[in-house]
């Protein structure tokens, strides 16, 4: 059985022109030891899906799944004191940006020891020597002294190492990375990446990771969905999506980006034309047919998945059709 | 008009920064002896990190901050000959992130025109007529005309920056991470952009970055800076094919290309980030290098002549030797 297991996950916030179709029908799978990449661009929900796993989401955010499960648990019934124990110590997320998640006026030590003793009855003594050992394991030297020193004191790179032991502090099942590297660095960002990996494989947790960057995605995941208006339209392991990209919007995106030694240096980038639809209202149909070449009548009825190869699903209706144009 | 548009002579920038309450202030050298010179017609890349020193730079060119010491011109003039007005037209900026750098109480129309009056052209409808030929140019709807920042999308914004930035027609645009704030395929279209009009109206670009993707599309220069100084500065090919300085090839090697066959390359530098406040006997990369050499300690490295420009490395030194 998947360690996360989430079916037809759909996120509606009511505003004051309608009902905002934020994520409409994501289901993936994530076993443990397993990294499972979620890409799109901004407004993609991409964001909220994590947030709606971790139940963190918005008071107005309206959540709702056939399925949602985690270990065995169900987090659409579960009461909120349980999923209160399962949130910081079976599932652990790791925040874009360092600077904003960690608490100006409290040392790392403290901060680093709060969520343990929390969950755990551990002494503060216990709980100081994990944080030791964990600032060791993510590559920070003199964690001793760390631990008495405010995050204003650390730099960008030292602050996301942080943010990664406190995440395994309880040594969490489920790990959720939004955009970890995003504000680094990039020397620093291989760097967190490669550790991020490491500790992964060696406490065989299971991972999902939230970027925008498909370099990232292509290096680090096993497993990729490619959202697009709320909705996942490609998915299936990274060596499929990468290799055989088959949903026009995922294709779309991987022309976007220049790749030295593959694009030719100042010729016109591939750029998918067109604007991301309003998600507000009732919505029917393939969500990107407005900007697609493939697009045709049929676009605007029922969606599916069909499945080009197993294990590789892609929603879109056109797929014959886009095999006879390529 | 000579070749050289802009050029930088020995120009250093310092800021003195507090300590603490009892402490005296402690010198901060962000700028070290930078020299350059940009071409016209020609896209000149600067690299680094955070804190290398890329946006005091971009703000002494601009004329908003002035060298400690050393010189800049434009077209063989020094900037603090002339005054800011004069600079302003001969040298625009295009900022990283267009929700912070355009007025939000504005219409786009102001924004646009805003260069326009502050350098007295035109009357009120030659104005007009000359902002919706900058619409135009940069590919945004008329109608957008009398729109306001908060309902365009980042792609949109960063195009009036664009218009705004172009409407005087300067010679040299300073792109400072132009892209970075954007989505991807949003970043294509303004990449796109910025070459074609490049093109059409033959400017020049200082193109900011932290990206190696984007600076291998479209630069035909590149320098490298690290900590305040430039360590390599070469052409594109050449850099890419094969750089001189080794934190440059990390760099290089940190480029994540989309291909699920590599995984996260191992750059074999470490994170520990190098002081700027501290002095450096030696080579500021010395302490993450490596390949460091007991002379990278104690003696600053010497300028390294390639074939197509130059790198700071002891051991490039070394090779020439051997």
């Given at each position: 059985?998947?360690?996360?297991?989430?079916?037809?996950?759909?996120?509606?916030?009511?505003?004051?022109?309608?009902?905002?179709?934020?994520?409409?029908?994501?289901?993936?799978?994530?076993?443990?030891?397993?990294?499972?990449?979620?890409?799109?661009?901004?407004?993609?929900?991409?964001?909220?899906?994590?947030?709606?796993?971790?139940?963190?989401?918005?008071?107005?955010?309206?959540?709702?799944?056939?399925?949602?499960?985690?270990?065995?648990?169900?987090?659409?019934?579960?009461?909120?004191?349980?999923?209160?124990?399962?949130?910081?110590?079976?599932?652990?997320?790791?925040?874009?940006?360092?600077?904003?998640?960690?608490?100006?006026?409290?040392?790392?030590?403290?901060?680093?020891?709060?969520?343990?003793?929390?969950?755990?009855?551990?002494?503060?003594?216990?709980?100081?020597?994990?944080?030791?050992?964990?600032?060791?394991?993510?590559?920070?030297?003199?964690?001793?002294?760390?631990?008495?020193?405010?995050?204003?004191?650390?730099?960008?790179?030292?602050?996301?190492?942080?943010?990664?032991?406190?995440?395994?502090?309880?040594?969490?099942?489920?790990?959720?990375?939004?955009?970890?590297?995003?504000?680094?660095?990039?020397?620093?960002?291989a760097q967190i990446l490669r550790l991020l990996a490491e500790l992964k494989k060696e406490l065989n947790m299971a991972m999902i990771l939230i970027t925008h960057d498909l370099g990232v995605v292509a290096r680090v995941a096993d497993k990729v969905a490619v959202m697009y208006a709320g909705a996942v339209v490609e998915r299936g392991s990274a060596r499929a999506v990468f290799k055989a990209p088959s949903h026009p919007y995922t294709r779309g995106l991987l022309n976007c980006i220049p790749v030295p030694g593959r694009t030719a240096p100042g010729a016109p980038l591939g750029a998918i034309r067109g604007q991301v639809p309003n998600l507000i209202g009732r919505l029917a149909g393939c969500a990107f047919r407005n900007r697609c070449?493939?697009?045709?009548?049929?676009?605007?009825?029922?969606?599916?998945?069909?499945?080009?190869?197993?294990?590789?699903?892609?929603?879109?209706?056109?797929?014959?059709?886009?095999?006879?144009?390529? | 008009?000579?070749?050289?548009?802009?050029?930088?002579?020995?120009?250093?920038?310092?800021?003195?920064?507090?300590?603490?309450?009892?402490?005296?202030?402690?010198?901060?050298?962000?700028?070290?002896?930078?020299?350059?010179?940009?071409?016209?017609?020609?896209?000149?890349?600067?690299?680094?990190?955070?804190?290398?020193?890329?946006?005091?730079?971009?703000?002494?060119?601009?004329?908003?901050?002035?060298?400690?010491?050393?010189?800049?011109?434009?077209?063989?003039?020094?900037?603090?000959?002339?005054?800011?007005?004069?600079?302003?037209?001969?040298?625009?900026?295009?900022?990283?992130?267009?929700?912070?750098?355009?007025?939000?109480?504005?219409?786009?129309?102001?924004?646009?025109?805003?260069?326009?009056?502050?350098?007295?052209?035109?009357?009120?409808?030659?104005?007009?007529?000359?902002?919706?030929?900058?619409?135009?140019?940069?590919?945004?709807?008329?109608?957008?005309?009398?729109?306001?920042?908060?309902?365009?999308?980042?792609?949109?914004?960063?195009?009036?920056?664009?218009?705004?930035?172009?409407?005087?027609?300067?010679?040299?645009?300073?792109?400072?991470?132009?892209?970075?704030?954007?989505?991807?395929?949003?970043?294509?279209?303004?990449?796109?952009?910025?070459?074609?009009?490049?093109?059409?109206?033959?400017?020049?670009?200082?193109?900011?970055?932290?990206?190696?993707?984007?600076?291998?599309?479209?630069?035909?220069?590149?320098?490298?800076?690290?900590?305040?100084?430039?360590?390599?500065?070469?052409?594109?090919?050449?850099?890419?094919?094969?750089?001189?300085?080794?934190?440059?090839?990390?760099?290089?090697?940190?480029?994540?290309?989309?291909?699920?066959?590599?995984?996260?390359?191992?750059?074999?530098?470490?994170?520990?980030?190098?002081?700027?406040?501290?002095?450096?006997?030696?080579?500021?990369?010395?302490?993450?290098?490596?390949?460091?050499?007991?002379?990278?300690?104690?003696?600053?490295?010497?300028?390294?002549?390639?074939?197509?420009?130059?790198?700071?490395?002891?051991?490039?030194?070394?090779?020439?030797?051997?």
């Open positions: 059985m998947a360690l996360l297991d989430v079916q037809d996950l759909v996120i509606d916030i009511p505003t004051a022109g309608g009902v905002l179709h934020a994520v409409s029908e994501v289901s993936f799978t994530v076993e443990r030891g397993e990294t499972l990449a979620i890409v799109g661009e901004s407004g993609s929900g991409k964001s909220l899906t994590s947030l709606a796993i971790m139940d963190l989401l918005p008071r107005v955010a309206q959540r709702r799944a056939t399925r949602l499960n985690f270990d065995g648990a169900d987090l659409l019934t579960i009461p909120a004191r349980q999923m209160r124990k399962l949130r910081g110590s079976r599932m652990a997320m790791i925040f874009q940006e360092p600077m904003t998640s960690l608490n100006p006026a409290y040392t790392i030590g403290n901060q680093l020891t709060e969520a343990l003793r929390c969950h755990d009855d551990v002494g503060a003594e216990a709980a100081r020597a994990r944080a030791i050992e964990l600032l060791e394991r993510v590559g920070i030297a003199g964690a001793e002294r760390r631990l008495l020193q405010y995050p204003h004191q650390l730099s960008g790179g030292l602050r996301q190492r942080v943010m990664i032991a406190m995440a395994l502090m309880c040594k969490p099942d489920l790990i959720i990375a939004d955009e970890p590297t995003t504000a680094l660095d990039v020397t620093i960002q070449d493939f697009a045709a009548p049929e676009c605007a009825g029922e969606m599916h998945f069909e499945t080009p190869t197993p294990g590789h699903d892609v929603r879109c209706v056109r797929l014959a059709a886009q095999k006879a144009v390529a | 008009m000579s070749d050289i548009v802009l050029e930088l002579r020995d120009v250093s920038r310092r800021f003195e920064v507090s300590q603490g309450a009892f402490k005296g202030s402690a010198t901060l050298t962000a700028v070290a002896q930078v020299s350059l010179q940009v071409k016209r017609g020609e896209v000149f890349a600067l690299v680094g990190e955070s804190g290398s020193g890329k946006s005091t730079l971009a703000k002494m060119l601009l004329g908003l901050l002035p060298p400690s010491s050393g010189e800049i011109l434009i077209d063989g003039t020094p900037i603090a000959a002339s005054d800011r007005i004069a600079v302003a037209r001969r040298i625009q900026p295009i900022f990283q992130d267009p929700y912070s750098s355009l007025n939000p109480r504005k219409s786009i129309a102001q924004l646009v025109g805003l260069p326009l009056v502050v350098h007295n052209v035109g009357d009120a409808a030659s104005r007009r007529a000359k902002v919706v030929e900058m619409l135009d140019l940069v590919g945004l709807p008329r109608r957008l005309l009398d729109a306001y920042p908060g309902q365009l999308s980042g792609g949109q914004r960063q195009r009036v920056a664009i218009a705004r930035a172009l409407v005087m027609r300067p010679e040299v645009v300073i792109c400072d991470e132009p892209t970075s704030a954007l989505d991807v395929s949003v970043q294509a279209q303004i990449l796109n952009l910025l070459l074609e009009l490049k093109r059409e109206l033959g400017l020049t670009y200082f193109f900011i970055s932290h990206n190696l993707a984007v600076v291998e599309h479209l630069a035909d220069r590149v320098a490298v800076m690290y900590l305040g100084r430039i360590v390599e500065e070469r052409t594109r090919a050449g850099l890419f094919a094969q750089p001189g300085h080794p934190y440059t090839r990390a760099l290089l090697e940190s480029v994540l290309t989309p291909d699920p066959d590599l995984g996260v390359p191992d750059t074999h530098i470490g994170s520990a980030m190098a002081n700027p406040m501290a002095e450096h006997a030696g080579c500021p990369f010395q302490p993450r290098c490596p390949t460091a050499l007991n002379i990278c300690k104690t003696t600053p490295p010497p300028v390294s002549a390639l074939p197509d420009g130059w790198a700071t490395c002891h051991l490039l030194q070394q090779e020439a030797v051997a």
